[in-house]
């Protein structure tokens, strides 16, 4: 029983860059269970207000919500380290599983842009992987490189917002392509043939509207 659930396997290490970190003793499986945080839920306002080495422990949980242990009380899941490459991924809001197999002696690390949003939290990293993106932001949720990798092993909230970022894309797209074939619709005479030959105007002519609005949409879009 304790604030936190560490699988067995996991222990605590010294860790040159960071202090200490978690560490596999043995080889853990691809989608294994790793830790479950616990602590005490406090709003960003409240979290503003603590002292910055007392924010260290929280973990953003949800739009206006973390997850905080206290100083004295850190333990265990609380050394999980950030890396630009991670082994671990979470798995709703307050629980990591591994990404993929981790090897015995293999430090256990998520990406904190997997749950943290909150811009004042930004850091630099020196994770050493090829992918170290150097600065870590609340803003690289953003990343559609991140967005893709961590399908599905964001914090609910996050994925929540990458899925209405997504909709939003989708729908300026639709409707962008409305625009578009409502200006083919407008030009789509010999006098507004200037985006295609004088080659492709004739035959097109010859055609039915409809098949025409659509053979100069692709014009449009080239
Ligand atoms: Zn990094």
């Not at 430090?107 to 993106?133: I, K, Q, W």
């Not at 690289?140 to 893709?148: A, G, H, M, P, T």
Request: hydrophobic fraction near 40%; glycine fraction near 8%; proline fraction near 4%.
């Amino acid at each position: 029983m304790g604030p936190h659930f560490l699988a067995e396997g996991l222990e605590i290490q010294e860790h040159s860059a960071a202090g200490r970190g978690v560490f596999a003793t043995r080889r853990i499986a691809a989608g294994s269970l790793l830790s479950v945080w616990g602590g005490w839920i406090i709003t960003t306002a409240e979290l503003n207000r603590l002292r910055k080495t007392e924010q260290t422990y929280a973990v953003q949980v949800e739009e206006d919500l973390y997850l905080l242990t206290p100083r004295s009380k850190v333990a265990g899941a609380d050394f999980i380290n950030h890396s630009c490459d991670p082994n671990a991924g979470l798995e709703g809001s307050i629980s990591l599983v591994a990404l993929r197999d981790i090897e015995a002696g293999e430090e256990v690390c998520y990406d904190y842009a997997m749950a943290d949003s909150n811009p004042h939290l930004g850091f630099d990293c020196t994770c050493g992987s090829p992918l170290c993106r150097r600065t870590v932001t609340g803003e690289d949720w953003r990343s559609l490189r991140l967005q893709q990798t961590y399908e599905g092993h964001f914090s609910p909230y996050l994925q929540r917002r990458v899925t209405a970022e997504r909709e939003r894309i989708a729908r300026e797209a639709v409707a962008l392509q409305a625009q578009a074939q409502a200006v083919v619709a407008q030009v789509g005479t010999p006098q507004g043939g200037a985006m295609a030959s004088n080659e492709d105007i004739a035959p097109i002519h010859r055609m039915r509207p409809r098949v025409r609005k659509s053979v100069k949409l692709v014009a449009v879009q080239r």
